[in-house]
Each structure stands twice: as C-alpha cells, then as structure tokens.
C-alpha cells in the first residue's frame, strides 16, 4: 500500500478535509474504506495527465477551501509541485520537483555543488550505453532514470550482460502507475558499500533529519530491498554526522516545504548520494521511523503543506528510544506460492507490530527481479538490535509458501 495514503488520515487527524485525486483504473486505485468514507472527497482523473489535474484543482479551488497540496507517490511530485505553486501554498518550487525527480539533473546539481556521486552517463542506445559503460568501467550499475522502486535496477559486469539489461528496459511492457519506463538509460559506477536513507524534512530553508536508516538488500545483480531498519547500527556521533551531511544534500538541491528521502551508500567512510525523493518514504520507513522516534513523518509533510509547520530543528534532533525495522519475505528458489502463512501466527510473535502477506496460491513471485518478488511483511519493534533480529529469525521460520 503506497505510503501516501497516510497523509489522508494524517489529514483527518488535524481536521481537515482530505481532497484525493485518484485514476480509479488498474494499478492507480484507492482503498475501498477510503471511498466508503464520509470524510474524504474523491475525484477521478488521468493522474498522469497534468493538465486535466490541474484544470480540476483550477474548479476545485473556487470554492476557496483549498489548504494544501501533497503528492502520493514518486510520479506526482511535480504536479503537485506546479499545482502548490498556482494556488500560491507552501511545496516545492517546480524547477527543483523536476530535479528531484530526473536522476539526471539530480546528479548534475549534486555535482556542481561538490558533493560525491557516482560517475554517470545517460544514453537511449545500445551503441552510447556500451560507450557509456566503456568511459566509466564495469562494474556499471543500469537503471531507468525516471522510475522508482528500484525496477530494472542492476549491476553488470561485462558489455554481454549490459546489453541484455538494456534490452530488457525496453522490452520492459509492465505499466507502473501507468508510466513506461522508455529507452533512456541511466548508466553509473557501482558503489561498493552498505546502503542507508536519510529521512527529514526541510521547511523554512531548515533541513529537519529524524532518522538515518540502515537497509538489506539482496546480492547483485539485482537490488531488492529486502528490509530497513531505525537506527541504523552507528555510533550516536557518526548518525549526527550523515544527518548533517544528508541536509546538506537537500539543500544544495534546493528542497523546501517537503519532506525528503535520500539513499546513500557508504564507500571508503565517505557517503555518495544515490538519489533524493521529496515525498513519503515508502516500505512503512514512516511507521518505522514513528515507532523508534515518535515522529510522524504524514502529519510533518501534512503541517509543512498547510503552513501549520513554519520551522523545523537543524541536525539530527530527536532520540531513538526503539529499533525498529521491516523484513520482507522473498524466495528466489520457489517458481510457485504453494500456500500462503498465517497473518495471525506472525503477529503472535514477540515485538511484531503488524504483518501482510502479497501473494496469493498459484501467483509465480519471481517474474520479476524487482519488489514484486517480494511475498509479504512483517514490522518489528524491540528494545534493541538483537531483539529485532531474533525476532525476524522467528518471523521467517513461520513463513512457509511451498
């Protein structure tokens, strides 16, 4: 479920009137209890068709009941961007959402500021991508790079596996949210180095970070994220320093009036940018930044939106009183779920917060090499980092799909 459904309820907690725009159509649906619910107003509309948003939030605000504007997902952020800035409330300006947005210009502002990223190239052939790969030296790390949730992501070690990671981005005929993913290719040096998020917020010019997330990744080529969890497992001292570095990241990308999630890797002690998103993080990072901290990130971006936040605290400013984290189950070996585990024999684990299951008897889970091969979730809470982990090693031990 996208994390932009907690801004509806986060909305609903400081009395507002939540206005959701949704397609209503295949994969752009929202829940039956939100449409059943008295408290919020849907429209239908092409979510992807900016111009037919904004000509119906154009209708919608001559009623002059319009508080603020907040994308739902990754896809949306410059049209909420540009639709915030009609309306003349707080959110990103829209040259900095298209920034965010395009791995491209992101990497060529974080360049020009200093910062590290990896060497990148972007190509729409088979030819430039090879040249591409050539320049910087394999191992290269593919991607699309206007997609999200890390689909067609991958590290290849040759010109013959590089060629068929390109052939299958444009093969590629899967629709997410109703984007295609094109034939332009993002083509970067591997980062050799354990992967994190950043999540903050900036509001006032003031970059707020709650939380430096330590995340589980399966082994290359691919790169499914297979868990996060808050803190990550760092010194007080060394979180302090990412959390600085990270707002300094926002900034020079010019973030205001969002929230943001910065991916990051670790090599040789130094941290490189992977990318910033300016919305909800997603994978429940929210919820698990909540259950460690207290924060909740949906009413933050909710306060920021409306102008109910007007400033925020410099640095890494709050205290992790829980480790929390998420696991996803996943099983690379099984062509066919067999059996779906018991929700209610997980949740009677000890320190599980929640737990949900995504597949379904007869579903074949690894047609895709992305987070669609993942069969389902459970959130942990627990006193410390051992606890958490003994935890998800019970978790896993319940979860049998053959």
Request: glycine share 8%; charged share 25%; net charge negative.
């Amino acid at each position: 479920m996208s994390a932009g459904f907690g801004l509806v309820d986060a909305a609903l907690r400081h009395g507002l009137r939540p206005i959701v725009l949704s397609y209503q159509q295949e994969d752009r649906r929202i829940p039956p209890s939100m449409l059943d619910n008295d408290a919020v107003e849907v429209h239908e509309v092409d979510t992807n068709d900016r111009a037919a948003v904004i000509a119906l939030v154009d209708k919608l605000a001559e009623r002059g009941d319009i508080r603020g504007v907040l994308p739902g997902f990754e896809y949306f952020v410059p049209t909420a961007a540009e639709v915030a800035a009609r309306l003349g409330l707080p959110g990103l300006t829209p040259d900095v959402a298209e920034r965010v947005r395009d791995k491209r210009l992101m990497r060529q502002a974080l360049a020009a500021a200093g910062l590290d990223i990896p060497r990148f190239r972007v190509a729409s052939s088979r030819a430039a991508v090879e040249a591409a790969a050539g320049e910087i030296g394999y191992p290269v790390v593919v991607k699309p790079p206007r997609a999200a949730g890390s689909v067609h992501v991958s590290r290849v070690e040759g010109p013959e596996e590089l060629g068929a990671a390109y052939d299958l981005i444009c093969s590629e005929t899967d629709l997410d949210l109703g984007n295609e993913l094109g034939r332009e290719v993002l083509i970067e040096s591997y980062l050799d180095g354990p992967e994190f998020s950043a999540e903050g917020y900036v509001v006032g010019g003031v970059p707020t970070v709650v939380s430096i997330t330590e995340k589980l990744l399966s082994a290359p080529p691919s790169f499914v994220e297979l868990g996060h969890t808050v803190p990550a497992d760092m010194p007080p001292a060394r979180l302090r320093e990412l959390a600085d570095w990270a707002a300094a990241v926002a900034t020079a990308l010019g973030v205001d009036n969002a929230l943001f999630h910065l991916e990051f890797r670790i090599c040789g002690a130094k941290p490189f940018v992977i990318e910033l998103g300016a919305r909800m993080p997603g994978d429940q990072i929210a919820n698990l930044v909540a259950l460690s901290t207290g924060v909740p990130l949906a009413d933050v971006f909710v306060e920021i939106a409306t102008g109910l936040r007007s400033s925020g605290g410099r640095g890494l400013d709050v205290e992790f009183a829980r480790t929390a984290g998420i696991r996803f189950f996943r099983r690379p070996e099984l062509d066919v779920v067999a059996r779906v585990p018991s929700v209610e024999d997980l949740l009677a684990g000890k320190n599980v917060d929640s737990a949900g299951f995504t597949t379904s008897v007869g579903a074949r889970p690894n047609t895709h090499p992305d987070f669609r091969s993942r069969l389902g979730w459970v959130v942990l809470a627990a006193p410390d980092r051992p606890s958490l982990e003994e935890a998800w090693a019970e978790a896993e031990g319940k979860a049998q799909f053959d």
